[in-house]
């Protein structure tokens, strides 16, 4: 399995809070004789909405906007980097989730 993490139900989940699904798209309950390996996940409650903006590439023209779940503007920035690699961060605000 390539997750790290379970919430407080067992689910199980990726680097970003996200539901953690096998390859024919359902979601993965551990165990409870299997819980005790993973760490909990963070409290989504405790987490923050944000919105990044940023070039795929650096130089690029063209704006991208990634939103995600984070601690704090650091993470959600690590985090939009992480999936764009090349990326470059033209800012970062937080926001209401309708």
Not at 20 to 43: C, H, K, L, M, T
Not at 66 to 86: G, V
């Amino acid at each position: 399995m390539e997750f790290r993490y379970i919430d407080r139900n067992g689910i199980a989940l990726d680097d970003y809070g996200h539901e953690f699904r096998d390859a024919n798209g359902q979601i993965i309950i551990v165990p409870p004789s299997e819980r005790g390996f993973y760490d909990i996940a963070y409290n989504p409650d405790n987490l923050i909405n944000y919105r990044v903006s940023l070039h795929e590439d650096k130089g690029d023209k063209f704006t991208l906007f990634f939103e995600c779940m984070a601690e704090d503007q650091d993470h959600a920035e690590e985090q939009a980097l992480n999936a764009y690699p090349n990326g470059e961060i033209i800012n970062c605000t937080e926001y209401e989730a309708n």
